[in-house]
């Protein structure tokens, strides 16, 4: 062999080598690339349900209208306050994912610890973010979820939000827009409980 064929097979065999690190390294760096957009997902979804909250609470106080849009590909669902679901009175949002920051099987808390139907005014927010998970296939499903429940002060005094739409029947969306209105504040002597409606438009 000629020292310009020896090269030449030099120049193959490195190429080739090259090459095959390539096709072994190329698959593991995009699904890492792909973990990594996905955990920023789960954070941008989570900030939103934050940011949901803030809102309901703050049109609940000032008796006014916001809108607002997640951009994240997915599906909410409206739970209202009246229908016999384990879900009422929330509204959750599923997507897909690489990754999830909870165990999977069952909804775990992400903003307070107390899950109780009723809680202490002053101690407890009135809502619960939870988080969910199960795996299909090479994909996890996701499942963020926002629940209100009542708030009693010292004295015994209930308040509540209550989550409406616009027929009061379970809603889906897929466009990630929510518009929350003020509907009314009332008093229920019976139960001793101040109630805000609140209607979550898709």
């Known amino acids: 062999m000629t020292k310009g064929q020896q090269q030449l097979v030099s120049v193959v065999i490195i190429i080739t080598i090259a090459?095959?690190?390539?096709?072994?390294?190329?698959?593991?760096?995009?699904?890492?690339?792909?973990?990594?957009?996905?955990?920023?997902?789960?954070?941008?979804?989570?900030?939103?349900?934050?940011?949901?909250?803030?809102?309901?609470?703050?049109?609940?106080?000032?008796?006014?209208?916001?809108?607002?849009?997640?951009?994240?590909?997915?599906?909410?669902?409206?739970?209202?306050?009246?229908?016999?679901?384990?879900?009422?009175?929330?509204?959750?949002?599923?997507?897909?994912?690489?990754?999830?920051?909870?165990a999977e099987g069952y909804w775990v808390p992400l903003n307070t610890p107390n899950t109780n139907l009723t809680a202490t005014l002053g101690i407890d927010p009135p809502s619960v973010i939870f988080a969910k998970a199960q795996k299909t296939g090479d994909e996890i499903n996701v499942w963020y979820k926002l629940w209100y429940r009542e708030l009693d002060d010292q004295a015994g005094h209930g308040y509540r939000i209550v989550l409406n739409t616009t027929d009061n029947v379970k809603k889906t969306t897929t466009t990630g827009f929510l518009r929350i209105q003020w509907l009314k504040s009332s008093y229920v002597p019976a139960q001793d409980l101040t109630i805000t409606e609140i209607r979550v438009l898709v």
């Open 19 to 102: 090459l095959g690190t390539i096709a072994l390294v190329l698959p593991w760096t995009l699904t890492m690339i792909q973990k990594k957009k996905d955990m920023k997902t789960l954070d941008d979804v989570y900030n939103f349900f934050q940011k949901l909250d803030e809102t309901i609470k703050y049109v609940e106080k000032h008796q006014g209208e916001e809108s607002l849009t997640l951009k994240t590909p997915g599906k909410f669902t409206i739970y209202p306050e009246s229908l016999l679901d384990e879900n009422n009175n929330s509204i959750i949002f599923e997507f897909k994912s690489k990754v999830s920051n909870v």
